[in-house]
């Protein structure tokens, strides 16, 4: 990245006087220690202060570190369950270092991490459960400012409604991509290449020892898929949020400069700490939509859409899909990252990252919104620097025009709305007619997939349902459902794909996802019929059955709400409480905020 070092009033800086030389910080409030939350618990003279001092002695501090300076947490979601995220022991000591450099008490603990390759039925089971308890740890503990370290997909956007609802002093550090995949010459994406590879050995065009040779070589080093899947698409909105500091999203993991930037992100929160800069001044509705035309501008995943609606019902942000499509009719595609082009992370790190796609997009963006450095997003971007333009495009010459981004559609088909990102979709298929053929359960597709007598065509619109936040449980990402093996042997490598289900931000195809209301919660998925014929009209924005009103209703009254996939635990919590796609599949008791304050504390 040739950007200059993020601005972080770290201490080599201000010894360099750099600080003098930036704009006034927004946003202080400067509490001093006696303001500090901390000393709620530390600085009582009685038992109760007692207790909490002496356990942390019995941790073996000294009462130095707990003298009045600021205590910061460090949330990690390190775990050997999450490859993606292995390498964030190492980046914690490095904010732990910032944070004592400038005279913090460093604090790490862990918070559930969520790996996305192994946790079943679905990650976004449990992004829900790692917000709730991220929430709840910062609030009942004396802790004055939190950085989270997150990565892999779910983590990110987990660590950002957490801090919306809890509202501390806060800022995030994402672990970065991992380094390009190379494969006999080439470079080869996550995710991405992941698809290609399978449909490609399923057509008879790869070998299975080619593909197992591609399997050690896809993924060269610790860090999130580097594609614009889901994790970098979360990490760069995080960025333009401004809830991390300048050039965090793109940096790879392995990157000396990611370990230099962790010590900056520890120094900040210490400053914060103090300041008072909280979340909710800084995810302000001009900041959600500056994240909205980065994600358009990126070819984000379709997962941010969802992400952003949960992130904005915590801080009671006013946002909606028709907010979304608004925004994805004005914003071209500039950067060129698979899985909607050419390259990946390290490349887009090469071209300066994000701050280099925001100095592009220019007055697109509220160049005013107050980020975590204490400045506005425009004064971060002063001195950014486009150094690739073949990676990050210019707004005369971009990849796709605009409109190429999420569309969001509406019909008697998905009454509540539905998603496909144009960007990824075959643009042949996207005003298409044809019949559908459907099935109940993700299950009863794959027994049949392979059928060469399967009554499929290419005009055949594919519909899988029981995929969604309460069906499945958990909204998978499953949404690119494979090709049938007829069509496949047919040459045919697109389909109209119908689902209530989500998609991996890795992967491409004429999918349309997030179907809401879900057919489990009796939208009108659950009455298509084999045959029905299915309108799918992109540039209108509509997804239409041609089945009349009396004959959806006729359909509708011998329908029974089936019975939920789990009888106990967090699954029938979660199924009983999950808001539909359109809301972002929040848990409807953790939709707004509650503030730092603990609900009691002792006497
Ligand atoms: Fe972790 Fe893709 S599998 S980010």
């Not at 071209?332 to 390290?346: A, H, I, K, Q």
């Not at 979709?425 to 007598?453: I, K, Q, R, S």
Request: with cysteine.
């Amino acid at each position: 990245m040739s950007n200059p070092s993020p601005e972080s009033g770290n201490p080599e800086e201000a010894a360099l006087g750099a600080d003098e030389a930036q704009p006034e910080r927004r946003g202080a409030r400067n509490l001093g220690s006696t303001g500090l939350r901390s000393r709620s618990w530390l600085g009582d003279g009685g038992k109760n202060g007692f207790i909490a001092r002496h356990h942390f002695r019995q941790a073996g501090f000294s009462g130095r570190q707990f003298d009045g300076r600021p205590v910061i947490g460090i949330a990690n979601t390190w775990s050997e369950l999450t490859p993606c995220n292995m390498h964030l022991r190492g980046l914690a000591e490095a904010v732990r270092r910032g944070i004592q450099q400038s005279g913090g008490f460093a604090l790490e603990f862990p918070v559930l991490s969520l790996g996305e390759p192994f946790m079943r039925p679905s990650t976004m089971l449990y992004r829900n459960m790692m917000a709730m308890e991220l929430e709840e740890l910062c609030r009942a503990n004396p802790l004055d400012a939190v950085v989270v370290l997150t990565g892999c997909d779910k983590t990110t956007p987990a660590a950002l409604m957490a801090l919306a609802s809890v509202d501390i002093p806060s800022i995030i550090l994402t672990g970065g991509p991992m380094l390009n995949g190379r494969f006999r010459g080439r470079t080869v994406g996550s995710g991405t290449d992941i698809w290609k590879m399978t449909e490609a050995l399923r057509a008879g065009e790869v070998t299975q020892e080619e593909f197992t040779e591609f399997e050690s070589c896809l993924n060269r080093s610790p860090g999130h898929c580097m594609t614009m899947g889901t994790a970098s698409t979360m990490a760069s909105l995080t960025e333009a949020l401004g809830m991390q500091l300048p050039g965090g999203a793109a940096l790879p993991a392995v990157d000396s400069r990611r370990m230099v930037l962790a010590e900056d992100t520890g120094a900040r929160a210490v400053e914060l700490a103090t300041e008072g800069l909280l979340p909710s001044q800084i995810m302000t509705r001009e900041a959600i939509e500056n994240a909205l035309v980065v994600n358009a501008a990126c070819g984000g995943s379709t997962n941010a859409i969802l992400h952003l609606l949960a992130i904005a019902g915590r801080l009671g942000v006013p946002l909606d899909l028709d907010d979304i499509d608004s925004v994805s009719r004005q914003i071209p595609l500039l950067v060129d990252l698979m899985p909607s082009g050419r390259f990946l992370m390290e490349e887009f790190s090469d071209a300066g990252g994000v701050p280099a796609l925001l100095a592009e997009l220019g007055e697109l963006l509220h160049r005013d919104a107050i980020t975590i450095t204490g400045r506005t997003l425009g004064e971060n971007i002063a001195g950014a620097r486009n150094d690739r333009p073949e990676v990050i495009r210019h707004l005369d010459d971009p990849v796709q025009a605009a409109g190429s981004g999420t569309a969001v559609l509406h019909g008697n088909l998905a009454p509540g709305g539905a998603v496909l990102k144009v960007s990824a979709a075959d643009p042949n298929l996207l005003t298409h007619t044809g019949p559908a053929l459907v099935f109940d359960t993700l299950e009863e597709y794959h027994a049949v997939m392979g059928d060469p007598d399967l009554d499929v065509t290419a005009d055949t619109v594919l519909i899988v349902r029981g995929c969604g936040p309460k069906g499945y449980p958990g909204m998978p990402e499953v949404g690119n459902l494979p090709l049938p093996q007829k069509l496949l042997d047919q040459g045919v490598r697109d389909l109209v794909r119908i689902s209530d289900a989500r998609m991996s931000g890795t992967a491409f195809g004429t999918c349309v996802l997030h179907v809401a209301p879900e057919s489990a919660a009796g939208g009108p998925l659950a009455f298509v019929q084999t045959g029905d014929t299915i309108v799918l009209d992109v540039p209108n924005r509509r997804l239409d059955m041609l089945v009349d009103d009396a004959e959806l209703d006729r359909r509708r009254a011998g329908w029974t709400t089936p019975q939920p996939p789990s009888g106990r635990g967090w699954a029938r919590l979660y199924t009983d409480h999950v808001t539909q796609a359109d809301r972002g599949a929040d848990l409807d008791f953790l939709v707004g905020s509650s503030g730092s304050e603990p609900a009691r504390a002792p006497f």
